[in-house]
């Protein structure tokens, strides 16, 4: 039995498509240059639509919530996935995009569930925001050359996906971009990479290990956190900035600089407060390191927050010495014993401070260190001519 199909056209530009029952298959007719806004959009009774050649502008939101739509056919000459043309899709399985095309569009396959595999031709400088958001069966994705951006949201909650590869060419990876992809377990990060926004990867938790080259400057609030199983993250440069909660309590941190290593296993959030000092702090001779501005907690991490390999041991214990009242008041804040003690057998807490440790174990009610700090002071015979004044 055939069913009518009716479109309205103006000029070259189909208008809107008028939905008949039993369609499986939609054909646009010849002569069309142009598919307008929302031209069949919620349109659930088709299964594919061939677009013939000759067409170049496909509007936005023109197949949006089309829900039924498996296969479609974009021909040569088209150079945009406008905003929404595919979104809500849901049983779109596969899409090949012409290689004329140069731009996929904000929300352009937004929420195609059951979209596993899609070739991004050479041609696209551009992905935009939310383009492939929660498209939760896509599996694999390949980012071109000719892409300078990967926008916000870009791949938020593609679940399936496993693998990504971000060709050389892209400098920025936006806000959110891969947040909520609980599946990810590898991608490489290209040199020409110099930011990762926030919450660029947050809740990866297949993520085990990353290398960020040395190209990164800048790495953004929560861009890692809650990495459950990432265990370990290769920095190469400079890092001049790291924002707030960027990594996961846990992580091991390893930047590389000049065939040196500094290891830090983050014993809490990686965190920023009002008197963060630099990394480079450590380090008085800059043919050791050179960080610029990497920020971190200059006391409020336990001792046991880096591990230095090679070179620079003396320039951290330097550094402990520096910050030593900081460094002990926020220990037994913490009441951690075990450090408290690394203090003592290190030798950082000496007589010209152990009276105000022990004040400051009495204000904050630490009994237990007070009785540490105590017992150190007895043991050591640090008691002056005021100990004794009745």
């Known amino acids: 039995m055939a069913f009518e199909i009716i479109f309205k056209i103006e000029n070259t530009t189909l208008m809107k ?13 010849e002569g069309i240059t142009k598919i ?3 031209a069949f959009e919620h349109c659930e009774n088709f299964k594919s639509v061939v677009i013939p050649e000759g067409v170049t502008k496909i ?6 919530g089309c829900e039924s739509l498996e296969t479609i056919t974009i021909p040569e000459g088209v150079t945009k996935i406008s905003y929404g043309t595919f979104s809500e899709c849901e049983n779109l399985k596969s899409i090949v995009i012409p290689k004329s095309v140069t731009e996929i569009g904000d929300y352009a396959f937004k929420r195609c569930k059951n979209l596993k595999s899609i070739t991004i031709p050479e041609s696209v400088t551009k992905i935009g925001d939310s383009a492939f958001l929660r498209c939760e069966s896509l599996e694999t994705i390949i980012i071109p050359e000719g892409v300078i951006e990967i ?3 870009a791949f938020e909650g593609c679940k399936s996906l496993k693998s990504i590869i971000i ?6 990876i936006g806000n959110s971009a891969f947040s909520g992809c609980e599946s990810l ?3 490489i990060i290209p040199k020409s990479v110099t930011a990762i926004g926030k919450f660029a990867f947050i809740g990866c938790n297949n993520l085990k290990s990353i290398v960020i080259s040395e190209s990164i400057t800048e790495i953004g609030d929560y861009a890692f956190f809650i990495c459950e199983n990432l265990k370990s993250v290769v920095m190469q440069g400079s890092i001049i900035e790291i924002g707030e909660y960027a990594f996961e309590s846990g992580i091991k941190l390893i930047f590389c600089h000049n065939d040196i290593e500094i290891s830090i296993v983050l014993q809490g959030v990686w965190n920023k407060i009002k008197d963060e000092k630099n990394l480079a702090d450590f380090f008085k001779n800059p043919n050791i390191i050179n960080f610029k501005k990497i920020k971190t907690m200059d006391y409020r991490y336990p001792l046991e927050l880096l591990r230095f390999f090679g070179h620079g041991e003396q320039e951290y214990k330097d550094y402990i010495s520096r910050n030593i009242i900081k460094t002990a008041k926020y220990i037994i804040s913490e009441e951690n014993y075990k450090l408290i003690n690394l203090l003592i057998d290190n030798n950082f807490i000496d007589i010209e401070i152990i ?3 022990i004040e400051f174990a009495i204000e904050t009610e630490k009994t237990e260190m007070f009785v540490i700090l105590n017992n150190l002071k007895a043991e050591k015979n640090w008691f002056k001519e005021e100990d004794f004044d009745i």
Do not use: M, R
């Open 17 to 29: 498509y008028f939905p008949t029952e039993g369609e499986a298959e939609v054909i646009i007719p």
């Open 36 to 38: 307008g806004y929302g």
């Open 59 to 64: 509007g936005n939101s023109t197949f949006s």
């Open 151 to 153: 926008s916000e949201d």
């Open 167 to 172: 060709s050389e060419g892209v400098t920025k």
């Open 185 to 187: 377990e590898k991608i």
């Open 355 to 357: 009276d105000e440790l």
